[in-house]
């Protein structure tokens, strides 16, 4: 076994993929998430002390909903980005450490001595050693406890939904600390061993922070864009050149509407975009014709078919074919080898 991963759908046999992903991620990325994975619950527990101390931790909740929503199936495929993203992650982890060592001498003049976790002490600075570290933290050694261990992953996948929504309302100006806090405190948690029945109330309090987040980003997709009307949409193609956007990134669509108006290029939703055709402030785009295409999964079939450049905003990349791989931009979290890829 060269992995494990089953945290979607997609999974081999609905028990989970062990030697690549259904999705098409490879074995060495499914171990750098694990590592990642462990490296934001070092993260969260000085994160914690920080907030304990009255710091401001937006700057730890920002990079672990970062970094939790990279890990969700089709997001990203390429190994140097989670390398990165560890990297990143050992030194925003080592400054929250040092943040707290230093506030805690100067407010209770000593020493701070208590042994911590592993994860919030851990160091590698290369690839290799990032998969060494994989094979002592991958999801099968948490426990030996089948139960806990699936309440644990549970929680965990609950994270990365959440994520997901708090990253697209950050985008958009929109936050809130408590989602953080939570985030820190169920990954600590992870760390511990709890009685089978805190684990639960854990998983079951992610689910109401999850409609709570749900919530904030309707609010901020609402209030950026309008409220989503009934609408028809335009399945059909024009004769001008064309752009096709997928994913969820409200924002990426405003950018690409905003370059691109006025210079003749139309632009087209796929997929997890397709409900950006019922917001307001969309509708004022002449250059937006419509929707083409189907659903994600139909992506090596109708990038394909497609002529034009291809912008995949968030989650829902499937491999790109030889064929028109070339024609693939990415952006934000998302990313595959040899495609290029857009900064924010």
């Excluded at 994160?47 to 997001?75: A, C, M, P, Q, W």
């Amino acid at each position: 076994m060269s992995m494990f991963c089953f945290q979607c759908q997609e999974t081999a046999k609905n028990q989970g993929c062990t030697v690549k992903g259904v999705c098409g991620k490879n074995d060495t990325t499914s171990n750098l998430m694990d590592v990642l994975i462990y490296t934001l619950k070092g993260i969260s527990i000085w994160g914690l002390k920080n907030y304990e101390l009255g710091h401001d931790i937006k700057k730890y909740g920002r990079f672990i909903s970062k970094g939790l929503f990279t890990t969700i199936t089709n997001v990203t495929f390429d190994d140097e980005r989670v390398s990165e993203l560890i990297r990143e992650a050992l030194t925003i982890r080592d400054y929250a450490k040092e943040e707290f060592l230093k506030s805690f001498a100067e407010k209770t003049g000593n020493e701070f001595t208590e042994t911590v976790h592993d994860s919030a002490v851990w160091t590698g600075s290369t690839t290799q050693d990032f998969l060494f570290k994989s094979t002592e933290v991958n999801i099968l050694s948490t426990t030996p406890d089948e139960d806990k261990r699936s309440l644990r992953e549970l929680l965990i996948i609950g994270l990365k939904g959440i994520a997901a929504y708090a990253e697209h309302a950050y985008v958009l100006g929109y936050e809130d600390d408590s989602v953080y806090i939570f985030f820190m405190n169920a990954l600590k948690s992870t760390t511990e061993d709890l009685a089978q029945e805190t684990m639960l109330d854990f998983v079951i309090q992610a689910g109401k922070v999850s409609v709570d987040t749900m919530a904030l980003l309707d609010k901020a997709n609402t209030e950026t864009y309008g409220n989503p009307e009934i609408t028809k949409v335009n399945i059909g193609v024009r004769n001008n050149p064309g752009i096709l956007i997928s994913g969820h990134d409200l924002k990426d669509m405003q950018e690409l509407l905003d370059q691109t108006q006025g210079t003749g290029v139309d632009v087209y939703t796929h997929g997890e975009m397709l409900p950006a055709n019922y917001y307001p402030a969309f509708k004022k785009y002449d250059h937006f014709v419509g929707n083409y295409g189907n659903a994600w999964w139909k992506q090596n079939v109708e990038f394909e078919q497609f002529n034009g450049p291809i912008l995949m905003t968030t989650n829902c990349l499937v491999p790109p074919k030889d064929s028109y791989k070339e024609r693939v931009f990415t952006t934000g979290n998302v990313g595959f080898p040899g495609v290029k890829h857009i900064p924010d």
